[in-house]
């Protein structure tokens, strides 16, 4: 092959970086800088000029998905199939290293692997064996507990407790975890890490053996590789013959929640000998204006390793910030600009929407649902798909009809009530001889006193909490319906005694379902059901809605973490808000505000031509009206970078409510009153008008009283005036 053409395509320091003799090689530069395309340049160079075989090439990338792109890339540069490199995730190596070493590495051949739910439900097992009360010692603090110390290489013998009585017996639950995962060959993620460590650790000769293979080791993303990653890498690359490449930037470190470690960019420089360092400084993907703009926020932290990035492209639109009167208007807002962005002849899937959590995407899905925009989830599920959101469905759903056996068995026992397996059997048995409902066989065999006492009790406890919950709730509106569910089922309780960002993501996400129901609206055509009834059907309906595959042109959602690496052409930060982005909890910890930056850097830094940051000045948080204001991130860009957006002529088109009828607008205007205008009601006093649907006589606005809190009226009788 024309080696040229390897090179053609770089500028000088790229090159300098593609064609630099075998040595150890740290490339630290800023995001869009072609680092990722300078690691892949550099691998068929080492192919093609330095003559090392495929064979002998290892590269580390952070996700599968960055795995296959950069694969398929080297392949398309060499016009020729890769099968003997390896190419991964660290995970993802480790699992093909211990399948292919397991004698050496104490496992059984068939050995499993545990994913994050199934480590969780172990936990519990261990917990119950030894007798432990799962209220002292929360099974997803257990998890945390035993994950982190795997990734900083120590196992329960290793870990020092002082005496301290709590250390010692979460130094026990470990180790009797570790000893049934042994027993049945079971590999947790941490594990795999750990395990391939000790593998070379123990095992000289296999180190030896992948010393001799791997002559060039690459890595990108190195800024959020953890401590075990990095030693792992290290004993690799100890012998004279490896070389190691890493690229990476300290800037876009934003897995230090997990325990990423940074400053591995610092070890590596003084861990690896006769290491050069190229920076490189010239951004490919975004405008100036974007650019900049990046540049200037993430100039706010402290302790960089710094790094400037210029370009030479064009400065381009700038940066429009827009101010949502609360979160659905922000959401309305961004989907009319994908639907611009259509409309001057794009495609969907160069568009993406980035959020900080999760539970934002709600509203955001049903906007875009309701104007027929495909879009698809990265790394995530749809909301109402979510396990928490389900088993809260379930709840809602025994509730409304308890004679649904698939939200029975969803939450019979979710959180535990101490209903086992064969209780459960004897359930299913007994309904199928009656042919009748689960629910209806759970109270059969109660009466009956056919099950052990304790069983028997156990079971009644939730037909007693159904039946309960039932007529407490009956009368009350469905958010409140969906409020005392989720609080006295105990599932709210249950992912609140879970640590680390999963639970809270899963807490949010509750809260936002009782959001959702305070904001939904039953449509005319199920205005026969009650609230409830309709609320589930809307909620199946959505879950039910298939996802875009990824073929399919769609706009493309995902939490900024997710996005790493990856570019759009248009981008939305969406709910950049004190509070929201930088998140709550931020202030807590030390450290954390600078990684907030980061992240914020990060979701920046995506978007190649036009970029859109977006928040709510009112925002449904857990069924209440949060005032929020812009985010610190947005007053930290220069004001000539950034456009506001005041939407008058926006507003003004037509716009449909999340839930089909039509809302017009100009009906709503005529009316006399406007989106965040002040007003007075007879009764309720002043307020703010918040939201608006339906039209002519069903015209519904939503205020916001200053004495009661925000209400929905029909405008038609409300009696409202402006103030
Ligand atoms: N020399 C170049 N000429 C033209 N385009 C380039 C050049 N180098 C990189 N690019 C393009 O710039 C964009 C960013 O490159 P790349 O994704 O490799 O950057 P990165 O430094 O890995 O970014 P991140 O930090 O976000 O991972 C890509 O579209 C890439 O194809
Ligand atoms: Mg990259």
């Not at 593609?18 to 490339?27: G, K, Q, R, W």
């Not at 808000?577 to 910890?589: A, C, L, V, W, Y």
């Not at 007075?680 to 703010?688: D, M, W």
């Amino acid at each position: 092959m024309d080696v040229s053409l390897l090179l053609d395509s770089l500028n000088d320091k790229q090159r300098e970086a593609v064609a630099a003799p075998l040595s150890n090689m740290l490339v630290l530069a800023g995001a869009g800088s072609g680092k990722t395309r300078v690691l892949v340049h550099r691998i068929a160079w080492l192919m093609e000029v330095e003559n090392i075989t495929p064979f002998s090439i290892l590269a580390v990338t952070f996700t599968n998905k960055a795995a296959r792109e950069m694969r398929g890339r080297i392949e398309h540069l060499m016009g020729r199939g890769l099968n003997s490199t390896w190419i991964g995730t660290f995970h993802g190596l480790a699992h093909r290293l211990l399948r292919a070493h397991h004698a050496e590495a104490g496992l059984p051949e068939n050995f499993q692997i545990l994913d994050s739910d199934d480590q969780y439900r172990l936990v519990k097992r261990i917990l119950k064996a030894m007798n432990l009360d799962e209220k002292h010692w929360a099974p997803r603090q257990i998890q945390w507990y035993i994950n982190g110390n795997k990734d900083e290489g120590l196992r329960p013998q290793h870990i020092e407790t002082h005496g301290d009585a709590t250390a010692q017996k979460m130094q026990e639950i470990y180790a009797a975890y570790q000893e049934a995962c042994d027993r049945s060959g079971l590999v947790d993620f941490a594990e795999l890490l750990l395990r391939a460590h000790e593998l070379w650790a123990k095992n000289p000769e296999v180190l030896a053996h992948y010393q001799r293979r791997f002559k060039a080791v690459l890595v990108d993303e190195f800024q959020d590789t953890n401590n075990i990653q990095y030693a792992w890498l290290r004993m690799l690359c100890s012998a004279d013959t490896n070389n190691i490449m890493i690229v990476g930037d300290d800037d876009q470190s934003i897995y230090g929640w997990r325990g990423a470690n940074v400053d591995n960019i610092h070890n590596f420089l003084k861990d690896f000998k006769d290491t050069s360092t190229i920076r490189l400084e010239q951004n490919y993907r975004s405008t100036a204006n974007i650019l900049n703009a990046a540049n200037a926020v993430i100039d706010n932290n402290s302790g960089r390793l710094g790094k400037e990035l210029w370009t030479d492209g064009a400065e381009g639109e700038l940066i429009s910030v827009y101010a949502g009167f609360n979160e659905l208007d922000e959401a309305r807002f961004i989907v009319s600009q994908i639907k611009k962005w259509l409309d001057d002849g794009n495609s969907l899937k160069d568009s993406a929407i980035l959020y900080r959590n999760n539970a934002q995407s709600r509203v955001l899905e049903e906007a875009l649902l309701h104007e027929s925009i495909a879009y698809r989830i990265y790394g995530g599920l749809r909301f109402f798909e979510r396990q928490e959101i389900r088993d809260a469905l379930g709840y809602l759903r025994m509730l409304n009809h308890p004679h649904d056996d698939a939200a029975f068995e969803r939450v019979v026992n979710t959180p535990s009530r101490g209903i086992g397996e064969k209780t459960i059997t004897q359930v299913r048995q007994t309904a199928r001889e009656h042919n009748c409902s689960l629910w209806q066989a759970s109270n059969m065999l109660i009466q009956e006193g056919s099950l052990t006492g304790r069983a028997s009790k156990a079971l009644q406890a939730f037909t007693t909490l159904v039946t309960d919950l039932e007529q407490a709730v009956k009368e009350l509106p469905l958010e409140e319906q969906a409020d005392k569910a989720i609080k006295h089922s105990g599932l709210y309780a249950m992912y609140q005694a879970e640590r680390g960002e999963k639970a809270q993501a899963r807490i949010e996400n509750l809260e936002e379902l009782v959001t959702a129901c305070k904001q939904y609206i039953v449509p005319e055509e199920a205005e026969e059901m009650t609230p409830m009834a309709a609320f589930l059907a809307h909620a199946s309906l959505e879950a039910g809605d298939n996802q875009a595959d990824s073929e399919q042109d769609a706009v493309q959602m995902m939490t900024i973490h997710s996005a790493k690496g990856l570019e759009f052409g248009l981008v939305f930060l969406a709910g950049v808000e004190e509070g929201m982005f930088p998140s709550q909890m931020t202030n807590d910890e030390p450290g954390r505000m600078e990684e907030e930056r980061r992240l914020c850097y990060v979701g920046m830094t995506r978007a190649m031509q036009k970029l859109f940051i977006t928040y709510a000045e009112s925002r449904r948080v857990y069924g209440q009206d949060k005032f929020h204001t812009a985010s610190r991130f947005i007053r930290e860009i220069p004001a000539e970078f950034v456009e506001e957006v005041r939407l008058k002529s926006q507003i003004s088109r037509p716009v449909h409510n999340r839930f089909s009828r039509m809302a017009s607008h100009e009906a709503f205007e005529d009316s006399g009153f406007a989106l965040g205008q002040r007003v007075e009601h007879p009764k309720f006093g002043a307020g703010v008008v918040l939201n608006y649907e339906g039209s002519g006589d069903h015209a519904r606005v939503q205020v916001n009283f200053d004495d009661f809190g925000s209400k929905w009226l029909v405008l038609a009788y409300a009696k409202l005036k402006a103030n």
